[in-house]
């Protein structure tokens, strides 16, 4: 599975950007996106089921950000609103294995596949 990842940018706190991630083929249960911000471990920030639409958050994002798909592109978009400091970070976009269940979705172990990354950046 490959996964491309676009998007990232510079932006001032309140405003909004879009990630978007292309896979190579829907073979993943779960595909979304963890981010690492500097100095920290990587996070869960949001996911999507292929099959369904469910959508995962972190407490941390839930309100301001918005995961959806197309199926038919096999794209998945992250719309990032009310950008803070505090979102400033590497997002990657990533693919579960196809057995993953909804318990594990948040998990970082259940997401073998991984984007290149892309700098989100957010000013004050």
């Known amino acids: 599975v490959q996964l491309q990842a676009s998007g990232g940018g510079l932006v001032q706190a309140g405003e909004s950007l879009r990630l978007r991630c292309a896979c190579s083929?829907?073979?993943?249960?779960?595909m979304g996106w963890f981010r690492q911000a500097p100095g920290k471990e990587r996070e869960f920030v949001a996911v999507?089921?292929?099959?369904?639409?469910?959508?995962y958050y972190a407490d941390s994002v839930k309100g301001r950000f918005t995961i959806s798909k197309d199926s038919a592109e096999n794209t998945v978009y992250l719309q990032m609103n009310s950008l803070k400091p505090d979102d400033t970070a590497v997002y990657y976009c990533?693919?579960?294995?196809?057995?993953?269940?909804?318990?594990?979705?948040?998990?970082?172990?259940?997401?073998?596949?991984w984007g290149q990354g892309t700098q989100v950046t957010v000013s004050s």
């Open positions: 990533v693919a579960s294995r196809a057995g993953t269940i909804t318990s594990q979705a948040r998990n970082i172990d259940s997401y073998p596949y």
């Open positions: 083929e829907r073979t993943s249960r779960y």
């Open positions: 999507i089921k292929w099959s369904g639409g469910s959508t």
